[in-house]
């Protein structure tokens, strides 16, 4: 009688992924995804592939984790040491639109007034907005975080919206008052006997109407250009 020796093989329980993790894009449009595998036993990220499981566009990554990566689906397959592989998949996710802003811009009502102001209202990207004014193009230290903006005379300011992720909207906004009046006169008379008639002459420089013109015996209100007489 012949003897059997069973040899036992233990072929383990072969590579499995225990997790993919994906870090989500912050900012519409960027590349800052990135994606980090868990396996039993170790193993690498061997092809990843953005279009389909055929990984027919994949490439070689060679280490647990990949970044710089934008939104989307990505298939990914690992190897261990000894050849053995796993698959998966997983979606990296983004902001559905960019921060952006609407800006509504009251100017001063008169020369060298300081009564205008800018309102903002945000929008897009991910809620939790703030708002901050700078004094020049540079953005280096804020001079203000109101919104509306007010108590502002001519002037040119420059605005930066903060979504919660830190993803910015900016704009450079003038707040523009009126150009300063400005009027001529002129004082003619023969003589300054009773009977002689004197006048005065005001030509205004620019098309606002809420002018008032004085002198001896004249009071005219909301005056355009002309001759005014005591």
Request: aromatic share 10%; net charge negative.
């Amino acid at each position: 009688q012949r003897s059997v020796q069973d040899t036992i093989f233990d072929l383990g329980t072969g590579l499995v992924i225990s997790s993919i993790a994906p870090t989500n894009v912050l900012c519409f449009g960027d590349y800052t995804g990135a994606i980090t595998i868990t396996s039993a036993p170790a193993a690498t990220i061997y092809e990843i592939d953005s279009v389909s499981n055929t990984y027919a566009n994949a490439y070689n990554i060679g280490g647990t984790s990949v970044s710089s990566l934008g939104a989307g689906t990505y298939y990914l397959r690992v190897t261990d040491g000894a050849g053995c592989t796993d698959t998966g998949s997983v979606a990296i996710t983004e902001p559905l639109t960019a921060v952006t802003h609407s800006t509504s811009v009251t100017n001063p009502t008169c020369y060298n007034s300081n009564n205008g102001s800018v309102t903002i209202i945000p929008s897009g990207g991910t809620a939790g907005y703030s708002v901050d004014w700078y004094a020049t193009s540079s953005y280096g230290s804020n001079i203000s975080s109101a919104n509306p903006e007010i108590n502002l005379g001519d002037s040119t300011l420059y605005l930066e919206v903060l979504d919660a992720n830190g993803c910015s909207s900016r704009e450079t906004i003038t707040v523009t008052a009126p150009a300063q009046e400005n009027a001529a006169f002129s004082y003619s008379t023969t003589s300054f006997c009773n009977s002689d008639a004197a006048s005065y002459t005001a030509t205004f420089t620019d098309a606002m109407e809420f002018y008032q013109v004085s002198g001896p015996g004249v009071l005219t209100v909301n005056a355009t250009n002309g001759t005014f007489s005591p």
